[in-house]
């Protein structure tokens, strides 16, 4: 029988793949959800920027061993309360104004008291300057302020020798500002101690009365140790 001729199969013509593409559904969040959203973000925000302040706090108590008691008095602010340095008019001995945010940046002992600085007054300023130097190594991180209530003249020799040391300032404010931001023990005047500010300008600790200069060094190096991990040297490095 003849054999019928190969005949090749007829090709189909190439079709284009459809690719169909579902659209995701719409997430829609209501007022409230925006709401919740944002405060949680601005909490975050507000603990981020709080965190120094926060540390100057907590921290101090981390590496607190088991019965240890403060010889100072943490001061730690009340509910939506601050402590922070506030606005009030300064000025250093040269009639210059000083603002509060200027001294940002390292911890500081403040002394309050009037020009005339009587023998108490000489006392805690030199006791000011010991601490300063009796924390080593750590003393860039410290600086001094004396706080003058009053625009009385101050002893040359006084204001000399004070200022040639390390990290000193003098600033003239009124003492009613002050006494609205520090407050002394109910038993005690407002000059009767030595306040400690921490770097982002929160007072936070207060010597007793007539302190022993030994025991509160405990606490400021205690205070100066638990906060090293976040705070450095500032302003006074290398003065």
Known sequence: MPQQPYTAPMQQPHEPVGLTVHSLPEVLMDDSQRTRIGR???????????????????????????????????????????????????????????????????????????????????????????LREMTGRERDRLDKVWLVTDEGPIRPELAQALLATPGMSILRAERSAIAAWLQPEASAALEDHLYVVDPMGEWMMRAPAQADPNKFKKDLDRLLKASKFWDTPGRGEGR
């Open 40 to 130: 949680w973000k601005l909490l975050l925000v507000l603990l981020v920027c709080a965190s120094p302040v926060i540390a100057s706090y907590f921290t101090y108590f981390v590496v607190r061993p088991e019965g240890r008691t403060n010889y100072a008095t943490l001061i730690t602010p009340r509910l939506g309360a601050s402590h922070e340095w506030p606005s009030f008019p300064m000025k250093d001995l040269g009639g210059q104004v000083v603002e509060a945010r200027s001294l940002r940046g390292q911890w500081i002992l403040v002394v309050v008291a009037p020009s005339a600085c009587e023998q108490a007054c000489e006392e805690r300023l030199f006791m000011q300057r010991q």
